[in-house]
């Protein structure tokens, strides 16, 4: 049974509209996977920064949360708290810091305080004895008159 050759162009003119349907979809799907591609590199070079300021010590960037990264969510939750963790450590790191200076400072004076008091000790200990050598001359000086 031979098809028409009318209905030959109208399946070939079905199929290309078709194609031509497809290529447009697959192009706009091409589009938004670029766009997600970028979006998510953009993303990770931006916690790539904010990753490098928290090894230097710079906790005031943190990584932001948004609606439309729910794929990332988890990632960027766990990143929050993590720097947010660090930074706490870190003021306790300088707090504990402090208080160990300002407590060398103190033994410092402290020490300073208990060395003058040995050596003045020491000072009236040797006066001691050289009095007590003193009054032994003296005592046989006067045995002897």
Do not use: H, W
């Not at 504990?96 to 208990?114: D, V």
């Amino acid at each position: 049974m031979a098809t028409k050759p009318s209905s030959q162009n109208s399946a070939k003119n079905n199929l290309s509209t078709d194609l031509q349907g497809c290529e447009k979809e697959l192009g706009a799907l091409r589009k938004e996977f670029e766009d997600y591609r970028k979006r998510i590199e953009d993303k990770f070079l931006d916690l790539i920064d904010i990753m490098a300021n928290v090894a230097q010590g710079d906790f005031s960037r943190k990584p932001e949360i948004t609606e439309d990264e729910e794929e990332l969510s988890g990632l960027l939750v766990g990143l929050r708290f993590m720097i947010e963790d660090l930074e706490q450590a870190k003021k306790q790191q300088e707090s504990a810091q402090k208080a160990l200076e300002e407590k060398i400072e103190e033994l410092k004076k402290r020490s300073a305080e208990l060395e003058k008091m040995n050596k003045f000790m020491i000072g009236r200990e040797l006066k001691m004895r050289e009095l007590k050598r003193e009054i032994t001359i003296l005592k046989q000086k006067l045995k002897k008159i």
